[in-house]
């Protein structure tokens, strides 16, 4: 199984959609962060409540399930995958960022 490392190129607010295939019950853990230690290990920077901002899928195990959060959403740069038996690669996790356009509004 082992741990996996998703890295962006800088911060940004959002979700991940996760493409995965795997056996009924199997779980997925995607664990968000903005910052590694000074080791390069995994470090939840944030404080409070939203410290540990964690995502967990279970699949279905009926071939490709896709997941998108819908209720949620993370301030992160990397991105921990647990508990996936299955291999990384390319399509399997895509970054979605979102962007909120304020108009200024003079009273």
Same mark, same amino acid.
């Given at each position: 199984?082992?741990?996996?490392? %998703?890295?962006?190129?800088?911060i *940004?607010?959002?979700?991940?959609? !996760?493409?995965?295939? /795997? &056996?009924? /019950?199997? !779980?997925? &853990?995607?664990?968000?962060?903005?910052?590694?230690?000074?080791? /390069? &290990?995994?470090?939840?920077? %944030?404080?409070?409540q939203? #410290?540990?901002? @964690?995502? *967990?899928? @279970?699949?279905?195990?009926?071939g490709?399930e *896709?997941?998108? =959060? #819908?209720?949620?959403?993370q301030?992160?740069?990397?991105?921990? !995958?647990?508990?996936?038996?299955?291999? %990384? #690669?390319?399509?399997?996790?895509? =970054?979605?960022?979102?962007?909120?356009?304020?108009?200024?509004?003079?009273?």
């Amino acid at each position: 199984m082992g741990i996996k490392l %998703l890295i962006l190129v800088k911060i *940004i607010s959002g979700i991940v959609e !996760v493409r995965a295939t /795997g &056996n009924k /019950g199997d !779980v997925i &853990n995607l664990h968000h962060t903005e910052e590694l230690d000074k080791d /390069g &290990n995994f470090y939840f920077n %944030l404080m409070g409540q939203n #410290k540990y901002q @964690t995502t *967990i899928f @279970t699949l279905k195990g009926e071939g490709e399930e *896709i997941f998108i =959060p #819908k209720f949620t959403y993370q301030g992160f740069r990397y991105v921990k !995958v647990k508990s996936y038996a299955g291999e %990384l #690669k390319k399509k399997i996790l895509l =970054p979605m960022f979102f962007l909120v356009i304020v108009k200024k509004q003079v009273l």
